[in-house]
C-alpha cells in the first residue's frame, strides 16, 4: 500500500513539483553514503502486516525479512525508521534516510530515485464472504451493484468510482477486513496477502480471496528498495546484496509469512518429556477436561460426537504429552462450577482475566475471536455497551464481559446458558441483541436458518477487542499448565492451519463427511482381512440396553449392534459376538486375545497396554443415581464414605480411583444388580450412564430411584481394536469416519425408547393377537402412568429440597441454608487464596416495631429488607440468609474490599430511604451491619470470621446504629 498511495498524486499539479524541485535542490546539498560507517538507515511503514510492521520496539514483517537477508550479504548494519508513507517518503527525499523500502518503479520518481528490481509483485484481490458471495468480479462494472470497501486514499480509489462503484472507505485495513466480516459491505478490495494475514490474525478465516481486483496494471504493485541518485556507493552496495539473496529463498520468506505469520517452515518442532515430567503424568493420572456442548465451531456435541477445533488442539496436545484426557461435557454454566470446586481439571475455552488468575493456572492462546453483537435492526450502530440502552440484550452465562454489560444494562441483560436458545430468542423477537463470538453467531444463524441477521459492531473492553481461548488449568496441577503450554508451542504452524482451515473455513462449521463412492481399503488391509476370511470377533457388554446387549441367543443387539451392521454391508466383514456373561469377562477375553474388537468402549491407560482406539462415535453423560430420599449432591465428595456401585472393569472404576480414592466404591456384576442395590439400601449410589440406567430402571420398574448429581466425566465411547495388530486399527477408524450424522441419528433415534425382544410363534399368532393388544395397551396405559408420577416425583423432590433450606417469610436462605454454605464457602476462599467476607445485618430498634405496629407489620419490614438486600448483591457468590429473628448475615467471596463496603452502604442507605406500609401506617426503619474481611490462612476457622463480624455488629449498634462497621481478621490476631 505505502507504495501506492505515490501513485495518486497528479503529475500536472504545478506546486506539487515546485515542492519537489526543492526537496530534491535539498538533498542534494548533504553528503553521499560513505561505506566507512556500515550502518544504513532504512524507511519502513510501520503498520503494513505482513510486510513490515513494529512489534513493540522490533521491526518485523516479510519485507523487514528481505532487508535483513540484504544486509547480511552487504555486511551492512541497518537502523529501522518506521512511519507512514508520506513521513518515510518525505524523510527519504530530505536525506534523513538512506534507503527506502517498498517503493513501485515510477517514471516521475526515476529522475532521482534509484530502484533495485523488484523483490515482489504484490497482488490487488477481491475478498469475499463465501455464505454471501460476490458471483463475478472480472469488471468494475459487475461490482457496480455491490458494497464494496477499500482503505481511504487507496491509489486505485479513482479508477473504482470512475467505473460507477460506490465505495466504502475504512481507514486501516484491519478495520476494511472487520467490515467484510460483520457484514458491512459485500467485498473488499486490497493485497491479496495482507488481506488475509489480518483476516487469519482476527479469526475471520471464512473470509475468502475471490479472484484478482479489475484493475489492469493499477492491479499489480512491484516492492523494490530505493536509493538517491548521487549515492550510487551505497546503491550498488544494497543492489549487489539484493542480488545475492537466491529467488527460492526469497519465496521461503514469503511462504512464511503468507502461510505460517511468520514463524519459521524449516524450525525445529521438536518436543520431548523430561523424566521427571513423565513420572508426574503418571502420578495425576486421568485429567478431566470440561468442554462446553454448544460452542460450535470450538466444541459442540453432535450425533453424540464430541467435536471442533478445541478438540482438534486438545487431542494434538494429548498426543504429544502422553495425558490421558476424560471429556466433561455441558454448558459453561455447569462446568464453570465443577472447575471451582476442583471437580474438573482443565477448562477449555477461558479468556484470561486478572479475576480469574486467582485460582487459574493459564496456558498461552490457541486461539483468538472476536465478540460481536449480532441483531435484526439493521440501523442499529454498537461500539460500547451504553450505546444498548433500553434493549433487551442476550448474554451467555458467566462469560467474561458479563458483569460490564449488566452494570450498564442492569435488569434488560439476559443470561442464557445455551447458544442456540440465545439465537432462538433473537430469531422469535424475545431480546433485540445476542452478545456471541463471531464464528459460534455465524454457525448458529445458519444452523437455525435466522434471516436478516446483521452485526452492529464489535465489543471492544478496555482496548482490547477479541476474545482468548486458553487452557485454565486448577492451581494444584500447576505443572500440567506449563507442560500443555510447552505443547502448544510444540504444534506445528503447517498443523495449526490445517486444524483452523477444517472448522474455520468458509462453511464456519463441520465439513460433512464424504459417503461418495465405496469404502476401499489398502491391499495389506485386504490381505489382513482375507487370512481371516474377512470375520472379526467382538467383545460386547452383554447387559447394558439400549447401547448394547447379548439376548438370549447370543446376539448382538443395541446401537452398537446395528452401528456394527453398517459397518458390515459397507465392508464386507462378518463381526461375530463373543458369548459371555459380564463385561468383566469381555474384558478379561480382550486380554488373552480372545477376541479382536471391543464393540464399544472407552479408552483408559490400562486398555492401552492392549488395546487401540478409534475416534469417538458415541458420547453419553455419567450420573450417579439414588434413592428418591436422598439428598442431591454438588460433588462425589458430598458421598463421603457411603457405598457406591459401579460395574467391575468399567473405564469409570479405574479414573475415580484416580481422582477420587476416598469414595467408597463397590463392584458389581452389572447395571441392573447396582440398581437393584440402591433401591434395597445396600448402597447409597449407582455410578452409570444416564441412559442404561433411565432403559434399566424402567424395564425392573424403579419408581423410587432418582439421579442425585452429575458424575464429572462423559462416556466417550469407541472401538477398540487389539494393538497387535494395527492394520484392525486403520481399517475400523475407516469405518467409524464413513458413519454420517444422518446414520448416527436414525440409529439413535431407533434405540430412544424401550425396545422390546419378541419370539413370535406364527401359528399361534391369530390366537395371541387380540391378548397382545390389551397387554400392549395395558403397558402403554402403565408406562404413561408411571412417567407421570416420575415427573410428579422428581418435581416434589425438587421442591422439598428447596423448602429445606429456604425461610417461608423471606424466601431467601435459612439457618440450614446457612450451615450448609457457609463453611463451602469458606474453605473455596481458603483454598484459592480468595478474599472471604461475613455481614451480619441487624435491624435497628425492631422490637419497637413489631410492639407499635404488630408483627405483621414487623414481618413485612423484613420482606422489604430481604427484598433490598437481593437487589444489591446478585452475583453468583453471593450468600443471603436470615439466621434468626430480625438478624440476617451476607457472606461472599470478593477482590475489592472497598468495591464491598460500597455495595453494603448501598444497601443500608437504600433501606433507610424506603418506607413500608402496612394497614395504612408508614414505617421506616434502619440497619447496623458488621462487616468481617480477610483472606483465610489454614489455621483460620470459618467461625472467627462469624465472631469478628458479631463484634463489628457490636461495634455498629454503640456507635449509634444505621452505620456500618468493617474489621479485617488481622484486626482479631
Known amino acids: 500500500m505505502s507504495a501506492g498511495i505515490a501513485r495518486q498524486r497528479p503529475s500536472p499539479n504545478t506546486f506539487f513539483h515546485a515542492l519537489y524541485a526543492v526537496l530534491v535542490l535539498t538533498l542534494l546539498s548533504f553528503p553521499a553514503w560513505s561505506a566507512a560507517s556500515q550502518t544504513v538507515s532504512v524507511g519502513i511503514v ?6 513490515s510492521n513494529m512489534e513493540g520496539r522490533v521491526p518485523a514483517g516479510f519485507s523487514i525479512d528481505v532487508l535483513r537477508e540484504v544486509a547480511h550479504n552487504a555486511g551492512l548494519t541497518l537502523e529501522f525508521r518506521a512511519g507512514t508513507w508520506p513521513e518515510i517518503f518525505g524523510a527519504f527525499l530530505r536525506g534523513d534516510i538512506d534507503v527506502i523500502d517498498g517503493i513501485s518503479y515510477h517514471e516521475e520518481r526515476a529522475t532521482n530515485i534509484q530502484f533495485t528490481e523488484p523483490y515482489h509483485i504484490r497482488q490487488t484481490y477481491v475478498m469475499h ?58 467485498g473488499i478490495i486490497g493485497p491479496g496477502l495482507t488481506l488475509e494475514y489480518y483476516a487469519n490474525e482476527a479469526g475471520f478465516r471464512f473470509l475468502d480471496i475471490v479472484g484478482p481486483a479489475p484493475l489492469g496494471e493499477l492491479a499489480r504493485e512491484d516492492l523494490r528498495l530505493g536509493v538517491l541518485k548521487g549515492n550510487d556507493e551505497l546503491f550498488k552496495v544494497i543492489n549487489d546484496g539484493l542480488k545475492a539473496v537466491p529467488e527460492d529463498r526469497i519465496t521461503e520468506l514469503f511462504e512464511r509469512w503468507q502461510e505460517y505469520g511468520g514463524a519459521s517452515i524449516a524450525e525445529s518442532r521438536g518436543f520431548s518429556l523430561s523424566d521427571a515430567h513423565q513420572r508426574y503424568i503418571s502420578e495425576i493420572g486421568p485429567v478431566r477436561v470440561g468442554f462446553m456442548r454448544d460452542y460450535a465451531p470450538f466444541s459442540f456435541q453432535d450425533s453424540g460426537t464430541l467435536q471442533g477445533l478445541t478438540i482438534d488442539v486438545v487431542n494434538r496436545v494429548s498426543d504429544l504429552t502422553g495425558v490421558h484426557i476424560v471429556p466433561v461435557v455441558g454448558q459453561w454454566s455447569e462446568l464453570y462450577p465443577m472447575f471451582l470446586a476442583g471437580d ?21 492462546p490457541y486461539h483468538i475471536i472476536p465478540n460481536v453483537a449480532f441483531t435484526l435492526d439493521e440501523d442499529l450502530k454498537f461500539s460500547a455497551p451504553e450505546d444498548l440502552e433500553g434493549l433487551k440484550v442476550a448474554i451467555g452465562s458467566g462469560i467474561y464481559y458479563e458483569s460490564t454489560f449488566r452494570e450498564q444494562l442492569g435488569d434488560n441483560v439476559f443470561s442464557f446458558t ?27 444463524v445458519r444452523e437455525l436458518g435466522v434471516a436478516g441477521v446483521t452485526i452492529a459492531g464489535e465489543i471492544e473492553l478496555g482496548g482490547v477487542s477479541g476474545e482468548d481461548l486458553r487452557f485454565g488449568v486448577r492451581p494444584a496441577l500447576e505443572p500440567l499448565a506449563s507442560l500443555m503450554d510447552a505443547a502448544l508451542a510444540a504444534i506445528s504452524p503447517t498443523e495449526m492451519r490445517t486444524i483452523e482451515d477444517r472448522w474455520l473455513g468458509a462453511s464456519g462449521s463441520r465439513r460433512p463427511r464424504s459417503t461418495d463412492g465405496p469404502l476401499t481399503f489398502t491391499d495389506a ?9 474377512r470375520q472379526l470377533t467382538l467383545c460386547v457388554d452383554p447387559d447394558w440396553l439400549p447401547l448394547e446387549a447379548l439376548n438370549e441367543n447370543n446376539q448382538h443387539i443395541g446401537i452398537a449392534a446395528d452401528t456394527f451392521a453398517l459397518f458390515s454391508q459397507r465392508s464386507g466383514i462378518a463381526f461375530k459376538p463373543l458369548p459371555v456373561n459380564s463385561w468383566a469377562d469381555s474384558v478379561e477375553a480382550a486380554r488373552k486375545r480372545q477376541c479382536d474388537l471391543f464393540s464399544m468402549a472407552m479408552e483408559t491407560p490400562e486398555r492401552l497396554s492392549y488395546m487401540s482406539f478409534t475416534e469417538p462415535y458415541i458420547l453419553i453423560p455419567t450420573v450417579l443415581l439414588g434413592r428418591v430420599e436422598a439428598p442431591f449432591i454438588n460433588t462425589l465428595n458430598d458421598m463421603g464414605n457411603q457405598p457406591i456401585g459401579i460395574v467391575e472393569e468399567y473405564a469409570f472404576l479405574e479414573l475415580l480411583k484416580t481422582t477420587h480414592p476416598d469414595l467408597n466404591l463397590v463392584q458389581v456384576l452389572n447395571e441392573k444388580e447396582g440398581l437393584r442395590m440402591v433401591q434395597e439400601r445396600e448402597l447409597a449410589g449407582y455410578v452409570g450412564t444416564l441412559s442404561t440406567a433411565s432403559h434399566n430402571m424402567q424395564e425392573l420398574g424403579l419408581a423410587d430411584l432418582k439421579v442425585l448429581g452429575r458424575v464429572p466425566a462423559d462416556w466417550i ?33 431407533q434405540w430412544a425408547g424401550i425396545r422390546l425382544e419378541q419370539t413370535v410363534d406364527y401359528t399361534l399368532v391369530f390366537q395371541l393377537v387380540i391378548a397382545a393388544i390389551v397387554t400392549l395397551g395395558l403397558l402403554f396405559y402403565w408406562n404413561r402412568k408411571l412417567n407421570r408420577l416420575n415427573r410428579e416425583l422428581a418435581a416434589a423432590n425438587e421442591r422439598l429440597a428447596y423448602l429445606s433450606v429456604t425461610d417461608d417469610l423471606t424466601q431467601i436462605g435459612n439457618r440450614s441454608y446457612f450451615d450448609q454454605e457457609f463453611s463451602k464457602s469458606f474453605h473455596w476462599c481458603q483454598r484459592h487464596q480468595a478474599g472471604f467476607a461475613v455481614a451480619m445485618v441487624d435491624a435497628d430498634h425492631f422490637k419497637t416495631i413489631n410492639d ?26 453471593d450468600r443471603l440468609t436470615r439466621f434468626g429473628g430480625e438478624e440476617f448475615v451476607i457472606f461472599t467471596s470478593f477482590s475489592d474490599r472497598d468495591e464491598l463496603i460500597s455495595r453494603l452502604e448501598s444497601f443500608r442507605e437504600a433501606l433507610a430511604e424506603q418506607t413500608s406500609t402496612c394497614n395504612d401506617q408508614q414505617i421506616r426503619f434502619t440497619v447496623s451491619i458488621g462487616l468481617a474481611t480477610g483472606t483465610p490462612r489454614k489455621d483460620t476457622s470459618p467461625a472467627e470470621f462469624l465472631r469478628l463480624a458479631d463484634k463489628a455488629l457490636y461495634i455498629a449498634k454503640q456507635n449509634g446504629r444505621n452505620r456500618l462497621e468493617a474489621l479485617t481478621i488481622e484486626d482479631s490476631d
Open 344 to 364: 474438573i481439571d482443565v477448562m477449555t475455552n477461558m479468556s484470561k482475566t486478572a479475576e480469574r488468575l486467582k485460582y487459574t493456572r493459564f496456558t498461552r
Open 418 to 444: 445455551s447458544q442456540r436458545a440465545m439465537f432462538q430468542a433473537l430469531a422469535e423477537g424475545s431480546v433485540d441483541v445476542t452478545l456471541a463470538a463471531l464464528p459460534n453467531g455465524n454457525y448458529w
Open 852 to 877: 407499635t405496629y404488630g408483627h405483621a407489620a414487623g414481618d413485612k419490614c423484613l420482606v422489604a429488607l430481604a427484598d433490598t438486600m437481593r437487589d444489591h448483591f446478585r452475583r453468583d457468590t
Open 46 to 51: 510501520a503498520d503494513s502486516k505482513p510486510y
Open 717 to 749: 465411547l469407541r472401538v477398540g481394536t487389539r494393538n497387535d495388530e494395527p492394520e484392525l486399527l486403520s481399517i475400523m477408524q475407516k469405518l467409524v469416519a464413513s458413519l454420517t450424522d444422518e446414520e448416527r441419528k436414525a440409529i439413535e433415534q
Open 525 to 533: 488391509e485386504n490381505a489382513w482381512l482375507d487370512e481371516r476370511n
Open 129 to 186: 464472504d463465501p455464505a454471501n458471495p460476490l458471483a463475478d468480479v472480472s469488471s468494475p462494472e459487475a461490482l457496480a451493484t455491490a458494497r464494496i470497501g477499500v482503505v481511504g486514499d487507496i491509489y486505485y480509489r479513482d479508477s473504482l468510482v470512475n467505473a460507477g462503484i460506490e465505495l466504502n472507505t475504512y481507514d486501516s485495513v484491519p478495520n476494511l477486513v472487520r467490515a467484510l466480516a460483520f457484514g458491512w459491505v459485500d
